[in-house]
């Protein structure tokens, strides 16, 4: 065998390798009034998102969390509409430290079908919320028009087992008032509770 011919074995073999590193997931459940959601994360590609989510898992600190919030065009209040659903500790609960942004552009996790991600305020000041697509919201990605400061969401795993139970948070019925006018007709009447984040 010439060295040509082992150089391109040689590279052959390294390929895939190269592929599974960056996409190794570590998987967690959440179990939820609606149903189970099992979510694949990538600690490869977005490190510090993916450590807090485990740490609300290992800790137990997400039991008693809800979805709360469902976003869609016909609701939305943004010009850059989206599809999402919102969940997290609310107004209840242990919250961790805020954590550094991850963007979209350093990771290349994309906001599309099944996504999750970080709610945030500023850059940088995301706790424990977070949501999940429905449908391709590029809005969301760096450069996305949703926010101002175009830096985007930082969007860390995919929804792997589950999407029904999404689909259905999604369907739930909303009021129309809120404390917030931004949030106006998007808080579901009876938030879906988290019983358990764990590792799956």
């Known amino acids: 065998m010439n060295l040509d011919r082992r150089a391109l074995l040689a590279a052959l073999v390294a390929v895939p390798l190269i592929g599974a590193g960056r996409d190794r997931e570590v998987r967690v459940r959440m179990v939820t009034e609606q149903g189970t959601i099992v979510l694949a994360l990538y ?29 869609s065009p016909k609701n939305d209040n943004n010009p850059a509409t989206i599809s999402v659903i919102q969940g997290g500790l609310g107004d209840a609960g242990q ?13 290349g996790i994309r906001h599309t079908d099944g996504v999750i991600s970080m709610a945030r305020d500023t850059p940088g000041s995301a ?16 450069g996305g028009a949703r926010n101002k400061d175009g830096q985007g969401f930082a969007a860390f795993g995919k929804v792997v087992e589950g999407m029904d139970e999404v689909r259905a948070i999604h369907a739930a019925a909303t009021e129309m008032r809120a404390d917030d ?20």
């Open 127 to 142: 706790t424990s919320e977070f949501f999940i697509c429905l449908g391709d919201n590029p809005s969301l990605d760096y």
């Open 95 to 107: 919250r961790l430290p805020p954590i550094a942004h991850e963007t979209t552009k350093a990771t």
């Open 181 to 200: 006018p931004y949030m106006k007709g998007q808080l579901i009447g009876k938030p879906v509770k988290i019983h358990e984040l764990s590792r799956n």
């Open 43 to 71: 600690p490869d590609r977005a490190p510090i998102t993916v450590a807090n989510f485990l740490a609300y898992a290992d800790k137990g600190l997400m039991k008693g969390g809800t979805f709360y919030r469902t976003v």
